[in-house]
């Protein structure tokens, strides 16, 4: 067949295909997930698809619904929808993605709807369709994502984390790089999480990576993508994590780890928003958010000529501290009480207290891994546990007897490291501020000199 043949036959084969979608329509709209209503003006339902039951919980024959009035098929809870369809029969604009609540059985749903006008061959309004689907999943899910990460979900009282509330309150609506420094455990990533969730850039893609787990190849592979052929075993295109994170959020982790090489390339993202794939020479333009986390002094290696000192000061445009549990062990009972009511939920049982003894123990214990370990610990606690409060014999072994003076006991000098460990700790409560630990003491602030001086202690 030429094609003038071809061309001749068009419009009938576009009518014969027309016809057959008028035959299917109702086949085709219920075959669809979100929920259609068809009205006319004087709101007699014309078409209801079966998702639209579904939705409104409703049975029954075509017969049940067509002819009747909306109002009187879905109740008044269903009355909403005559509002809607009224708004726009009367202003004649349609309404996009109009979020509303309809009540089903005594739960609320969230539904997202969509309306617009029916009109007949000479133009003129007959009725109104509208196009509905229920959100309630995604609501919850996104209301629980935004409980988790919101900056209230930080717990504690502590001065130093009243402060790093306050910074990430001025930080999150900002576009500007963000380095948190922190020991392991001290909950790096939940801050990160928390500054992506309350930004303007909520609604797109946070997107982790851990910087130490990645030898120099993968990592840049990972942040910069490749093309197939850029180096054995790269048998297809991979798209890179900053391309992911494209209009979002992009988070690394251990960023002290990265090599000089990932430096540069890191840097030039950073200054100019752009890059290449590996193997490729096509620059590819982004606009990403960048937070990075580490255990390490940043500074430390820029002195040693680790780290280059053009890449820090662009990532700790905004420096985030986060203390040590050490540092606020008044937030010790607020966690536990936290952890506690954690574990009651997923574990289903009914743990209601810490005893003193058990309390005692965890306020004296040193932490190195931070609230990550104190986690664990509530953990193992709920494990081994069968009654209503949570006991010393519950925890492990290890930090049993792990106060001050179990510490300094294996010491050549244990008099000396208990002073020592003592003075440490109260610097340590007091944010450094010599005065206040000096009373705390209840020594003067020469003598507390000379006590850090004799035992080595520096800030």
Request: proline share 3%; hydrophobic share 40%; aromatic share 6%.
């Amino acid at each position: 067949m030429n094609t003038m043949e071809t061309n001749k036959n068009a419009p009938a084969e576009a009518e014969k295909v027309h016809k057959y979608l008028d035959i299917n329509s109702a086949t085709i709209l219920n075959s669809i997930a979100d929920g259609v209503l068809v009205i006319d003006l004087n709101y007699n339902l014309l078409f209801v698809n079966r998702a639209a039951k579904e939705i409104f919980g409703k049975v029954g024959s075509d017969d049940f619904f067509i002819n009747k009035k909306c109002d009187k098929v879905f109740g008044h809870s269903g009355c909403v929808f005559n509002c809607l369809i009224n708004t726009t029969i009367k202003t004649g604009e349609h309404l996009y993605n109009h979020e509303t609540t309809f009540e089903r059985g005594g739960k609320k749903l969230v539904l997202s709807i969509n309306t617009a006008l029916l009109r007949d061959e000479n133009n003129r309004v007959i009725g109104g369709i509208e196009i509905f689907r229920d959100i309630s999943l995604i609501k919850d899910l996104k209301e629980k994502l935004q409980g988790r990460y919101s900056f209230e979900n930080i717990i504690g009282r502590n001065h130093r984390i009243h402060e790093v509330f306050e910074l990430l309150q001025e930080v999150a609506p900002t576009k500007a790089t963000v380095l948190i420094e922190g020991e392991t455990g001290t909950g790096k990533e939940l801050i990160a999480n928390a500054i992506h969730h309350n930004s303007p850039r909520s609604s797109r893609a946070f997107v982790k990576v851990n910087c130490a787990a990645l030898s120099e190849g993968l990592l840049e592979s990972e942040l910069f993508g490749h093309v197939k052929g850029a180096f054995t075993g790269a048998i297809v295109d991979r798209t890179g994590r900053f391309e992911l994170a494209n209009g979002g959020t992009l988070f690394l982790d251990e960023i002290g780890d990265i090599t000089p090489h990932t430096q540069v390339k890191l840097l030039r993202v950073l200054q100019e928003g752009e890059f290449e794939r590996v193997g490729s020479a096509k620059t590819i333009k982004v606009d990403v958010r960048v937070i990075t986390a580490t255990n390490k002094d940043l500074k430390a290696a820029v002195e040693q000529g680790r780290f280059r000192e053009d890449l820090y000061y662009r990532l700790k445009v905004v420096p985030v501290r986060l203390p040590s549990l050490r540092e606020r062990r008044d937030d010790i009972p607020l966690l536990v009480k936290h952890f506690i009511e954690k574990f009651n939920k997923e574990m289903g049982v009914k743990v209601k207290d810490i005893s003193p003894a058990a309390m005692e123990i965890l306020m004296e214990y040193n932490y190195p891994g931070n609230i990550r370990e104190l986690e664990h610990i509530i953990e193992h606690a709920f494990i081994r546990c069968s009654g209503e409060t949570l006991g010393p014999e519950h925890f492990p072994k290890d930090i049993k007897n792990t106060g001050i003076i179990s510490n300094v006991l294996d010491d050549p000098e244990p008099l000396k490291a208990l002073e020592r460990e003592m003075i440490r700790q109260v610097l340590h409560e007091t944010d450094w501020r010599y005065s206040e630990c000096a009373r705390k003491l209840k020594v003067s602030r020469t003598t507390l000199w000379r006590k850090m001086k004799d035992l080595g202690i520096r800030k």
